[in-house]
């Protein structure tokens, strides 16, 4: 039995997100062969999902991250855009790049959930938590019952 | 496109549902909704469940089909498999490839350990990648770790236990910051703020979303960052058994490729994190399932074998509105929000049967009271549903919610011809998975020293009742608790000789049980329903035949000539090459593919290869290479077609002779009566004879 991820990784650039910068530069550094898309279109008539693939490549040479990101989140990573490119290129592999680098570095951050986590490492609901853990099943029912719903 | 019969229906639909969008149908009241349940509901209706005869659940109840295959025979010969040659050594081996694997493999790495996945489909291809729900963490200000626990325990019916849903609260936030750092983007406020909404059973607005299609999201970024921190993977292996050493603990797993049926290879690992997903596609009592493709209890039954303790196995989740219309989505959930948002149920008659924000459970018995009381509308393929009223979405809260709210649902119903906004789906419970499964500590480590598990195949997070969007929040946190735990305990283990003893002892034990019957398992490809009847995999007697090397293949009998001489007698007597046909009624004769169902007798198998020596061997082309220019193609059809006229066959039958998917019989029958020279015979006459005299053989030959 061969490791068969080599088979896969026949059009994937390998990369540490966590060195990366969310640029079109950065995007073209790991997929050069970006420029050789001739434009013919095929991609787009094989997506599986209707995505208008050539669309967000045109966006990923314009190196706006955000709208390809943005344009191409219904990706089901099936591939076909890639088997049928001429130029050899994997449009879906470059969605899911240009997404990653999205996702980490252009979205704002959730202050809410920094604050949470934060607090959870400072141990503020242990005592709560150890209360229900050991709380009776009658107590916990009457507790379910009558908790607040938000609407 | 609905079918004429239900459009007709359609149209009764709309007449009743101006009059359902004012009534109010009452709630049941507490008396009616336990008698529904015990009369209806398929966990309490008789015959689903059964106690398990053998393992350490001895006793306790099961769903039928799961309890079949946990007391299932090992699909592996003690005698033929050899431990000795090990293909794969690493510290962690992970078995399953869904967001739990992936979670379990990119922690057990960051934790210094070697890790291998193995997956039995692709990579990628699992349940979280069609998971459309949402994420639940407690982290807005208004709400807390205590009450996510609380609407935990109580969605589960208070059975959860509760160190694992302590785990999960508590990390569901670091998870989401996890999810974040690998680029999962998350529906959001420009300033941050994260989009939540009300989920199930949730008392919070704490569900996180990705545009309805969070699971896909989160899973290619996993797969992609598997790949990028270059652990390897095996695609198509699926495990057929764990492996152990002869100190009692987990040592390693028998993997087969699944593409060629045949190739064992034996990997041993200090630890082994279970993430195989559940078992929806086991189809109790014959429900269609939400569940993957792939579900089919391979985890459970593996992990039973080697003594580990399952829990809750009794308690199965039915989805109360599964589609089953249009077939090629059939079982696929339809969102609880459609409910939410006003669409109400109708039955054949377009009358409400429930008031349509029931629980889960109560909705499933009532639409399961509707079918068998006759008021079901029928699918062409025979399946019975109920309509699920989704206009009324559109007329409630105006035209367009339904695209805003449900985009991908309508998208998919667009891609068969079904538009939601005009029309009903024709709903039918589905079979969600059973609630149960391999009981795991806080850290995910089961009762077997270093076997751990994570995800579906683990019972107890979720109690009797699973929320929907705990499933991916719990699939990730055990998902990397027992990836984390797995590889440090590697660091401290040392194997001992591998061995197979506790597979011997389990069959020992089925045979003082009186079960080797059972079938074997895991099964690893799930049964399919079609027509109303349940198909049988064929599996298992493929791959044990591959694995059994004293067992040999029958080899697939000549056809008997008695059986076609009279038919054969034709065939040879026109004027057309006979080869094509000569070679249909080999084998077994006819197979569907050649769509000749006119011959009763004649079924086969045996196809055209394309060889062309039939084409080199027939003489009338031979005489003039010139008809070889008319086509390229080598098959007996071109033969019949192309490179030969009408009545332009010379009756040698060299073709049939020549062709090798015609059956040795057939050929023989060819040879010793229909060949003109009669070679053989001509043969043996020339032997005997002192003096042979050739046109006297031939005159004899000629007059018989």
Sequence with gaps: ?151 | MYPSELKESIGRIEITREKRLKEDYPRLTEKDQSALMRQYHPNFVDGGMRKILVGPNKGDHAPDELAELLEGNSPVDLDTVDLEVVNYDVDVLVLGGGADGAAAALSAQENGAKVLLATKLRFIDSDTMEFQGGIQAADKPNDSLAIHYLDTMGGGGFENIPDLVEGMVRDAPSIIQWLESLGCTFDKEPDGTMHTEAGEGTSRKRVHTARHRLGSEVMRNLCDEVYNRGIPVLEHSPALELMMDDKGQVAGAILINLETKKEVSLVRAKTIVLATGGDGQLHYQGFPSTDHCGATADGLVMAYRVGANLLLLDAVQYHPHGVIYPEQMIGQPIDEKVRRLGAKFANVKGEQFIYHLEPQDLVTSAIIRECENGYALKTPKGLQGIWLDTPMIEQLRGPGTIQRELPVMYNEFITFGVDITKEPILVYPSLYHCNGGIKIDAQGATSIPNLYAAGKVCGGVHGRHTLRDNILLDALVYGRRAGKAAALRAGKTKLGKLTLEHVRRWQDGLKKARLEKRPISPKLVPDYAEHGKLMRADWHRLYRFELRKEEKQPRIQPVDIKEIEPILNKILESKTPPVARARLLSGRGLSVDHKLDVMENIIGTKTCLGCGNCIDACPVVGREPGRRKRTEERSSMVLETILLGPEECDRCNSCVLACPQVDVSIKQYVVNWRVVEVMPWLDSRISEAKEPDLYLFVEEALSK
């Design chain 1, 1 to 151: 039995m061969v490791v068969e991820s080599a088979k896969i990784l026949e059009k994937k650039t390998i990369y540490n997100l966590e060195e990366l910068t969310p640029s079109g530069e950065q995007v073209l550094h790991l997929y050069p062969d970006l420029v050789k898309c001739q434009g013919c279109n095929t991609c787009t008539m094989s997506c599986s999902q209707d995505l208008k693939v050539i669309d967000y490549m045109s966006s990923v040479l314009y190196g706006k991250i955000a709208e390809v990101a943005d344009k191409s989140f219904g990706c089901m990573m099936c591939s076909l855009c890639a088997d049928r490119c001429p130029a050899g290129l994997a449009p879906y592999h470059i969605a899911l790049l240009c997404r990653r680098l999205y996702g980490r570095y252009l979205v704002p951050r959730s202050q809410h959930l920094v604050n949470r986590v934060a607090e959870i490492k400072e141990g503020k609901f242990d005592a709560e938590l150890s209360e229900l853990k050991k709380m009776k099943e009658s107590e916990l029912r009457r507790r379910y019952s009558e908790r607040d719903i938000e609407r």
